[in-house]
């Protein structure tokens, strides 16, 4: 069975607690080329980082993801005490401007409420205790990364949708290319004896070496055959990427580059207008496939 494809973008949340403390975390995800992975924590938790991380790793392969924890103690609890290095800092400003603006002097209650001179620092867990909170927190990230992946995958399936019938565009004007009446043989050999009569005409000391060498050349830039089967190979390719899902977004990425060098030397070889409106509406055509593939993991 195949695997789903999922989008890179997503966003989940899941909350919980022990007694006396509350928390909540928050996953979002959007594209990127790798998995990138922050961390915006309550600050005295960085410690459960590594593990956060790893448990990501394990669900995500691409995408830049964001978290966010939040921890809240219920009630009150804990000492306030003052940052004495935050409090040197205020009052060397003070000095420092004093005489040189026209301003009441500063008040206790004024100077202590400023941010960082006091700070609330909770009273310590019993051991018991710190390991029900981050085995709980651990539960909460793994619910956020279960619905997150969920999320991913619905919108995987959307973007599947999307990009198989892009596929499906490039293949019918792949097909159109092939059966321009301007790549029949009488039509090239036409083209030809055209283009050497015009050779001749400029340079009329042409050898028959020289002048076979460019009659070879010209035949070969006005042969598409090549760029058609490429582009055959690669629809069957995607179709395959498509079919298999998983995180493909890196190879069809890849896929989408080789759609487009064989559109740009299909619009370069062609010797009709309309031929080349074939390769223009292809390369618009892999161009929104290429955009649509950035969003997938």
């Known amino acids: 069975m195949a695997n789903a494809l999922s989008s890179m973008t997503g966003y989940a949340r899941a909350q919980g607690g022990v007694p006396g403390i509350s928390f909540s975390v928050e996953i979002k995800t959007v594209n990127a080329r790798g998995l990138d992975v922050r961390m915006r924590m309550t600050p005295g938790y960085d410690a459960l980082e590594g593990e956060i991380r790893r448990r990501i790793g394990k669900a995500l392969a691409r995408g830049s993801v964001t978290v966010n924890l939040n921890v809240d103690r219920d009630g009150e609890g804990g000492r306030v005490v003052v940052n004495h290095e935050a409090l040197s800092a205020v009052l060397g400003a003070l000095r420092e401007i004093a005489g040189t603006i026209d301003a009441q002097k500063p008040t206790l209650d004024g100077i202590l409420g400023l941010k960082g001179v006091l700070e609330q620092h909770d009273a310590p867990?019993?051991?018991?205790?710190?390991?029900?909170?981050?085995?709980?927190?651990?539960?909460?990230?793994?619910?956020?990364?279960?619905?997150?992946?969920?999320?991913?995958?619905?919108?995987?399936?959307?973007?599947?949708?999307?990009?198989?019938?892009?596929?499906?565009?490039?293949?019918?004007?792949?097909?159109?290319?092939?059966?321009?009446?301007?790549?029949?043989?009488?039509?090239?050999?036409?083209?030809?004896?055209?283009?050497?009569?015009?050779?001749?005409?400029?340079?009329?000391g042409l050898n028959e070496d020289r002048l076979a060498q460019e009659a070879l050349l010209l035949a070969t830039k006005a042969d598409i055959r090549e760029e058609l089967d490429r582009l055959s190979a690669h629809v069957a390719s995607a179709r395959a990427l498509l079919g298999e899902g998983g995180p493909v977004g890196r190879k069809l990425d890849f896929l989408s580059q080789e759609f487009n060098r064989e559109a740009n030397t299909l619009c370069s070889k062609s010797n009709a207008v309309d031929l080349t409106a074939i390769g223009l509406d292809l390369k618009a055509v892999i161009d929104q496939f290429r955009e649509q593939v950035q969003n997938l993991e």
């Open 125 to 204: 867990l019993d051991a018991d205790a710190e390991d029900r909170l981050q085995a709980a927190i651990y539960d909460a990230v793994d619910t956020a990364l279960h619905d997150l992946r969920a999320s991913r995958r619905a919108e995987g399936v959307h973007l599947g949708e999307i990009l198989g019938t892009q596929v499906t565009e490039i293949a019918r004007l792949r097909d159109l290319a092939a059966a321009h009446p301007g790549r029949s043989r009488d039509v090239l050999l036409a083209r030809l004896k055209e283009q050497i009569a015009d050779l001749l005409a400029a340079n009329g």
